[in-house]
């Protein structure tokens, strides 16, 4: 039977939308979604919020979730999500817990499922893939992106896309930063989940939603409240 851990990065500090990982979200603070979402998909052996703030420890801890404390090295604007995830890894293997699967779960995240983290998870298995992470569509195609000078004058970045219509234009998609696979041997050598075998798990924009602005939480809220009231 395989070892499966899921790593919640939650760091304190934040410009622009400071405390984000505990604010309220639809009564609740916003972390508790993501913690709840990883119990509930019934994949891990263990979940570990990784946190140099004591105030989200706090809040972590009233959910019965494990907190690991983050070195001051780990808690700066360059730390890298890579480098937290290593750090729990390290962590664990001298607790004698070797995971054969890493999830990552961002904390901001709190409109994606536990069916995404599921079907994500059974995606990576079924493409044969090293990791997997969750992607999205861009609203509008991102094959029309222009790019301005120093004069401020604009120019096309794929000038041959610039007279298609939209159904003449190769689907994109982009990281929505909220859940990531990895099988852990593989994370090692390769110091990322943009690993040589990456697999997309196709998630709608309202469930892809990174909160990290005041405009996020606002449309998030919105989208959140909508959907209860059809379910």
């Known amino acids: 039977?395989?070892?499966?851990?899921?790593?919640?990065?939650?760091?304190?500090?934040?410009?622009?939308?400071?405390?984000?990982?505990?604010?309220?979200?639809?009564?609740?603070?916003?972390?508790?979604?993501?913690?709840?979402?990883?119990?509930?998909?019934?994949?891990?052996?263990?979940?570990?919020?990784s946190t140099e703030d004591e105030e989200i420890a706090k809040v972590v801890r009233d959910t019965n979730a494990e907190v690991l404390s983050r070195p001051p090295g780990l808690a700066t604007?360059?730390?890298?999500v890579?480098?937290?995830c290593l750090h729990v890894l390290d962590?664990?293997?001298?607790?004698?817990?070797?995971?054969?699967?890493?999830?990552?779960?961002?904390?901001?995240?709190p409109m994606r499922t536990a069916e995404d983290i599921k079907n994500s998870f059974e995606l990576m298995l079924s493409k044969n893939a090293t990791s997997v992470m969750a992607v999205t569509h861009y609203p509008i195609p991102a094959w029309w992106a222009m790019k301005q000078?120093?004069?401020?004058?604009?120019s096309f970045v794929w000038p041959e896309f610039m007279e298609k219509c939209e159904k003449e234009i190769p689907e994109m998609v982009v990281d929505n930063g909220s859940t990531y696979w990895a099988?852990?041997?593989?994370?090692?050598?390769?110091?990322?989940?943009?690993?040589s075998r990456l697999a997309g798990y196709a998630m709608p924009f309202e469930r892809s939603i990174?909160?990290?602005?005041?405009?996020?939480?606002?449309?998030?809220?919105?989208?959140?409240?909508?959907?209860?009231?059809?379910?």
Not at 6 to 27: T, W
Not at 77 to 80: A, H, Q
Not at 183 to 195: H, N, P, V
Request: some cysteine; charged content about 25%; glycine content about 6%.
């Open 82 to 84: 890579v480098e937290v």
């Open 1 to 49: 039977m395989s070892k499966r851990l899921c790593v919640i990065p939650a760091r304190g500090g934040s410009k622009r939308l400071p405390r984000k990982n505990i604010l309220s979200f639809m009564g609740r603070p916003i972390i508790h979604y993501t913690i709840e979402a990883a119990k509930d998909c019934g994949l891990f052996d263990r979940i570990i919020v």
């Open 183 to 195: 099988q852990t041997k593989i994370f090692l050598k390769e110091k990322s989940f943009y690993t």
């Open 210 to 231: 990174d909160i990290d602005t005041p405009t996020d939480l606002k449309l998030a809220t919105y989208l959140a409240s909508i959907i209860e009231k059809e379910s």
């Open 149 to 154: 000078d120093e004069h401020g004058h604009l």
């Open 77 to 80: 604007d360059d730390s890298t």
């Open 91 to 109: 962590w664990l293997w001298q607790d004698g817990f070797v995971p054969d699967f890493l999830c990552c779960l961002y904390a901001t995240a």
